[in-house]
């Protein structure tokens, strides 16, 4: 009887009421029927532990060896937007003040945070990580993403008006030039850079990452920041534009205190893991479904 009673209570939700009808003993009897099911382990009882940001966010912070992480958990819509306020959170932290540098990348998620508002910072210089492109996606605006930025800070913008990629004798002519070069050597007493984290090419359509030719031959990398490719282990992966960009390089972006790499995409798991240890971001703003996908990913095969 006592395994009886506790399939009908547990699995077919029938009240102690409705048992003890049916037996025809009474509820009391039920109930001390339930208790011993318990006790002599016929029935277990688990309340799971619900994984939290918090609780994720110090598991990537110990697992990534990051700098610092903030996690928020997955909206039902607009997840790079819900970025912003935890990116802004670890800006705050970051103590800036009035002279510091922020580089600033390209991408969606950058687009994204920036739109959705940035912590007020006056005096804070503001600085695009790359050249342009000729592309009229909005995600590619990065000198928009510095002015903006810059306007939410109440800071200073400073531009590259020159591609990211020129031939190597236009490269010299465009740093060659006052304002570009005083732009540019901001890279080398940058604080905070902030970074999109770029999908392979075999998963993002060329038309999506405007990638050229020698970027869509890289099947073999993991992902890219600011057009650095890296593979899943964090080795660099050079290629045959790597020369020519007007870019921060790799070496100055490790020497940046903070880089904040904004992504929110399960499918990007193993492009952050493998921009982290190309030492290329440092830190690490996502929601919780990405976060737990970095996670198992991470997990011995």
Do not use: C
């Not at 909005?138 to 510095?146: A, K, T």
């Amino acid at each position: 009887m006592l395994h009886t009673v506790a399939k009908l209570h547990y699995e077919a939700e029938m009240s102690q009421v409705d048992i003890a009808r049916r037996l025809g003993v009474s509820t009391a009897t039920i109930s001390r029927l339930l208790q011993r099911a318990r006790a002599e382990g016929i029935v277990r009882i688990e309340v799971l532990d619900l994984a939290t940001p918090e609780g994720i966010t110090t598991q990537l912070v110990e697992g990534l060896g990051l700098r610092d992480a903030a996690v928020i958990e997955t909206p039902a819509a607009g997840a790079l937007t819900a970025l912003a306020a935890p990116l802004g959170a670890l800006l705050k932290q970051a103590e800036l003040t009035a002279g510091s540098v922020v580089a600033i990348g390209w991408g969606r998620a950058i687009r994204e945070v920036i739109r959705a508002g940035l912590p007020r910072i006056p005096g804070v210089l503001t600085v695009a990580a790359t050249g342009g492109m000729q592309q009229q996606a909005p995600h590619f605006q990065i000198n928009e993403f510095v002015r903006l930025a810059a306007e939410e800070f109440g800071g200073t913008p400073h531009f590259i008006h020159a591609p990211y990629l020129p031939s190597t004798e236009l490269r010299e002519v465009f740093l060659g030039d006052a304002a570009i070069r005083d732009s540019v050597a901001l890279w080398d007493r940058t604080d905070v850079a902030i970074v999109g984290i770029g999908l392979p090419h075999a998963i993002n359509p060329p038309e999506a990452s405007a990638a050229t030719l020698s970027e869509q031959a890289l099947f073999h990398a993991a992902g890219d920041v600011i057009r650095h490719y890296f593979d899943a282990e964090g080795s660099l992966i050079p290629w045959e534009g790597e020369s020519r960009m007007i870019a921060m390089s790799p070496a100055q972006l490790r020497a940046v205190p903070l880089v904040i790499g904004v992504a929110a995409s399960p499918e990007k798991a193993t492009a952050i893991i493998g921009a982290v240890r190309a030492r290329l971001i440092n830190a690490l703003v996502t929601d919780t479904k990405t976060a737990q996908a970095i996670l198992e990913a991470l997990l011995p095969q």
